[in-house]
């Protein structure tokens, strides 16, 4: 595709470039509208600061599988056919995966371009669209999707940096392997998937481990024979709509499900890591010097998990009762209750015990600091209906439970870009004649042509956040996401 039009200068005097869309972000949301709007014959261009699926690429620890199988890897004109429809892709095959997605729908994209600004045109607010500034350029774009991730730093709560001992102190977007600790004992706080994940790899090393448990999302590998992503899926769960629930912003907000991808489709949960021999503490309060308190609602928190999980298989029981489902395990295996210490332990000494590493699994967030729009609430999350950020021509992908439960999932990009491409291009029509200008870039944009047709395939398989309080005797540890770990809600009435 082309960009054509008339020169025109910024306020600074530099050349701008002009265009229907520009998409931030080329990951699977990015490429996946990218794929949505050539479809429509919408004028865009995606950029990436970094490679095509950066993240993937450099921003995950060596050991890392999607808790998706395979045969729910698929997006919009494209579907993963290769391996094991069972198996958990690596992080490199999700590299490929991405990237060979990008070549066959002849993704418009323009890498090692950062994004430095988002901000109104001077009528913005009458939909004359954004300026987008970047260290290569800058766009006059009708429309703006951000496709950017949910994210992009961690979520260290405050009372980290309170901690003085002589551990070093790691977030779990920056672990990469084992190999960065030393023989000392670990310390792991958040306990979805990510905090689970480290637990269990780090003490297979040799090293021993304790994990700081609060809020927490239980959930089975495998079910009566199934996948649990199976059961999701068929009895409903991942298509509910973020205008059907009670709480939106609770169901964002709940930690992701402990699960972790393997060969042998292991479930990992606390039992799992206590018979190995990680130690259990409740979730962190405070923090003064080395020295760490814990709360004692362990049990609590255990038993709500326990309980929210017996519901889940009750309506999966159910679902197959009432449609004869007669191809399934009969049997329910129901998991046995969390098991936990009589006493918890409810403070330790980091330096007195010797722990070598504390690692903070609680979360990421996204980095809306080049956005220059007033679209941001008081804690800096984007405020959207849907993915239809409170701004005209202003739209968001990648979300946790952002249109569906399944948004954050590759294959739930699907459903979402087909909802929001069609609002845009209804967007874009009514305001056509308000259409500003066009130019290419200031540095020559190089862009591949959309292909004709695009491998079309329809699958027929149906389809954390560690919670803190104040601790009045060492200070604040904030309220942060579990790593990951954002998922679906599962707290199922």
Not at 69 to 80: A, C, D, I, T
Not at 236 to 265: C, F, K, M
């Amino acid at each position: 595709m082309t960009v054509d039009g008339l020169r025109h200068r910024t306020s600074g005097g530099a050349l701008a470039s002009a265009i229907d869309v520009v998409v931030i972000g080329a990951g699977h949301a990015g490429l996946a509208m990218s794929f949505a709007l050539a479809q429509r014959s919408i004028d865009h261009v995606v950029l990436e600061r970094g490679e095509i699926a950066n993240t993937w690429r450099h921003e995950r620890r060596d050991s890392l599988r999607l808790l998706t199988p395979n045969w729910q890897s698929r997006l919009p004109g494209y579907v993963r056919c290769s391996g094991d429809p069972d198996g958990f892709m690596t992080a490199r095959e999700v590299v490929d995966f991405i990237a060979s997605y990008a070549l066959i729908i002849g993704a418009p994209v323009k890498t090692g371009t950062t994004v430095t600004s988002v901000t109104a045109l001077e009528r913005g607010s009458r939909g004359n669209g954004y300026r987008v500034s970047t260290d290569r350029g800058c766009w006059n774009a009708r429309a703006v999707v951000i496709a950017s991730g949910a994210h992009n730093s961690a979520a260290v709560p405050s009372a980290a940096a309170m901690l003085r001992a002589s551990a070093g102190q790691l977030t779990a977007r920056d672990y990469r392997s084992p190999n960065q600790l030393d023989q000392r004992r670990v310390l792991i706080v958040g306990a979805s998937a990510s905090g689970l994940q480290l637990a269990d790899e780090i003490h297979r090393s040799g090293r021993e481990v304790t994990l700081a448990v609060g809020e927490h999302i239980r959930m089975p590998r495998t079910y009566r024979g199934r996948d649990i992503q199976w059961w999701l899926d068929a009895i409903g769960i991942l298509d509910e709509r973020y205008d059907e629930v009670e709480d939106v912003e609770r169901a964002r907000n709940v930690p992701s499900p402990q699960l972790v991808g393997t060969a042998d489709r292991a479930t990992l949960d606390l039992n799992a890591l206590t018979s190995r021999g990680v130690n259990l503490v409740g979730r962190l309060v405070g923090v003064n010097g080395s020295y760490l308190q814990f709360s004692g609602s362990l049990r609590n928190h255990c038993a709500m998990a326990d309980l929210k999980l017996r519901r889940l298989l009750r309506r999966i029981d159910g679902w197959i009762e009432n449609t004869g489902m007669h191809s399934v395990n009969l049997t329910s295996e129901l998991p046995s209750a969390t098991r936990i210490e009589a006493a918890p332990r409810l403070s330790l000494d980091l330096d007195r015990e010797k722990f070598g590493t504390v690692i903070w699994a609680t979360g990421h967030r996204p980095d809306y600091s080049w956005l220059h729009v007033p679209v941001l609430d008081h804690k800096s999350r984007l405020r959207h209906d849907g993915g239809i950020v409170a701004a005209p021509g202003l739209y968001a992908l990648g979300l946790n439970f952002m249109r569906r439960r399944k948004s954050s999932f590759i294959h739930g990009t699907e459903d979402d870009v087909l909802d929001l491409s069609a609002h845009l291009d209804d967007y874009l029509r009514k305001r056509k004649s308000a259409r500003p200008f066009t130019l290419s870039p200031t540095s020559a944009v190089q862009e591949a042509q959309m292909p004709q047709s695009a491998r079309m395939h329809k699958h027929g398989s149906p389809q954390g956040r560690e919670s803190n309080e104040t601790s009045p005797l060492v200070g604040e540890v904030a309220r942060s996401a579990g790593e990951g770990d954002r998922g679906p809600d599962f707290n199922l009435q």
